[in-house]
């Protein structure tokens, strides 16, 4: 099971890296790709300075105000949102850095201010700690989520995952408040 899971993974990392030599978005031949080293943690490391920039512009959008807003009773709070976020990242790039995770006690009811700053803090420590690692120890097993476990290549793609899906989240509860999307504004001109 786990080896088929690398496999998808590095397939689908090729494949989306093939599409992309095969159909250049400018039109332009494509240059000779060579074999990327470490496709699989180089294209989570790749996607983390956008998904920081974007998911905090969106925990920075949100009014102080709103970070107790839920778009229904039983949801989570945005707040509650921005504060998983922020722990999953450090979490999951502890497990998969095997660094020790910051020490930060949060509560969803905690300021706007301390829940962006900790999750500017969690996106530094994925900056820093996934730094070093490589696609030597995708095999690797950690356990998580009540001791189940997992390939480091496993949680790689789940803290990509979490990314897509978090970012989704923020998107809706901004747009449930009036507020574009940090990707939905307009370009400047």
């Known amino acids: 099971m786990l080896k088929r899971l690398l496999l998808v993974a590095v397939a689908a990392v090729w494949a989306a890296a093939n599409s992309q030599a095969q159909h250049p978005a400018s039109g332009a031949a ?11 943690s180089s294209a989570v490391k790749a996607q983390l300075p956008r998904y920081s920039k974007n998911m905090v512009a969106a925990a920075e959008a949100m009014p102080a105000d709103k970070y107790n807003f839920k778009p229904t009773p039983e949801m989570n709070s945005f707040g509650h949102l921005v504060m998983h976020i922020a722990q999953s990242n450090n979490n999951l790039c502890s497990k998969i850095s095997d660094t020790p995770a910051p020490d930060v006690k949060l509560a969803d009811t905690d300021p706007k201010d ?4 900790a999750l500017k803090a969690s996106f530094e420590f994925c900056t820093t700690s996934l730094d070093k690692v490589d696609d030597s120890k995708l095999g690797d097993q950690m356990m998580l989520f009540g001791n189940r476990p ?15 899906d978090h970012y989704g989240a923020q998107a809706v509860y901004l747009r449930l408040n ?3 999307p940090p990707t939905a504004q307009p370009a400047p001109k």
């Not at 997992?150 to 897509?164: E, G, K, Q, T």
């Open 150 to 164: 997992f390939s480091r290549a496993a949680v790689l793609i789940m803290l990509s995952d979490d990314w897509y």
């Open 178 to 180: 009036g507020i574009l």
């Open 30 to 40: 494509a240059p000779n790709l060579l074999p990327v080293a470490n496709p699989v």
């Open 114 to 117: 301390k829940l962006v700053a």
